[in-house]
């Protein structure tokens, strides 16, 4: 009977690590809606078998969250206008989608070029000790607080391999 229980036992140990040497990574993308590599991250990371959250298409089935869904003239915004608007429906529906989604992964690769939400979800990641890349295919201006992330890749071949 006792060895019956040790071989459940073992059975039970060797599905959970097979489970987890299985599993693959759920991967946030951050990046500009006027990034034009962005599309091919995306793709690429899902043809490697990774779970990939898209903003620009959300689970939700919203469209993609951008700030002329609010107003046309936001970018003429006070800095009033701009806190309260925070506040507008389309923003908490986008904002609850990326926070949920941010909270399920386990990694973020950080698109450039890009702009401010997109360092700020990385940081986000970072500052949690998930795996954070950024990813730079082309010639950029260099940011010293990239050494905060686990890699910094110059390639689509390099930033597969770092997810490995």
Same mark, same amino acid.
């Given at each position: 009977?006792?060895? /019956?229980?040790?071989?459940?036992?073992?059975?039970?140990?060797?599905?959970?690590?097979?489970?987890?040497?299985?599993?693959?990574?759920?991967?946030?993308?951050?990046?500009?809606?006027?990034?034009?590599?962005?599309?091919?991250?995306?793709?690429?990371?899902?043809?490697?078998?990774?779970?990939?959250?898209?903003?620009?298409?959300?689970?939700?089935?919203?469209?993609?969250?951008?700030?002329?869904? /609010?107003?046309?003239?936001?970018?003429?915004?006070?800095?009033?206008?701009?806190?309260?608007?925070?506040?507008?429906?389309?923003?908490?529906?986008?904002?609850?989608?990326?926070?949920?989604?941010?909270?399920?992964?386990?990694?973020? /690769?950080?698109?450039?070029?890009?702009?401010?939400?997109?360092?700020?979800?990385?940081?986000?990641?970072?500052?949690?000790?998930?795996?954070?890349?950024?990813?730079?295919?082309?010639?950029?201006?260099?940011?010293?607080?990239?050494?905060?992330?686990?890699?910094?890749?110059?390639?689509?071949?390099?930033?597969?391999?770092?997810?490995?």
């Amino acid at each position: 009977m006792l060895r /019956v229980q040790r071989y459940k036992e073992f059975l039970d140990n060797r599905n959970l690590f097979l489970n987890f040497a299985l599993m693959k990574r759920k991967i946030y993308v951050a990046s500009s809606w006027r990034n034009g590599y962005y599309p091919e991250v995306v793709t690429k990371l899902r043809e490697a078998g990774y779970k990939v959250y898209d903003f620009r298409n959300p689970p939700s089935g919203d469209p993609g969250f951008k700030w002329s869904s /609010v107003s046309e003239d936001y970018m003429e915004w006070s800095p009033q206008q701009y806190r309260d608007m925070l506040q507008h429906p389309y923003a908490v529906r986008q904002f609850k989608n990326d926070i949920e989604a941010m909270a399920v992964c386990d990694t973020c /690769v950080l698109v450039l070029p890009c702009g401010r939400s997109a360092h700020t979800e990385a940081g986000w990641f970072a500052g949690r000790g998930k795996l954070t890349i950024a990813y730079i295919p082309e010639k950029q201006e260099p940011e010293l607080m990239y050494k905060l992330f686990n890699k910094v890749c110059c390639s689509m071949d390099e930033l597969i391999d770092a997810l490995k």
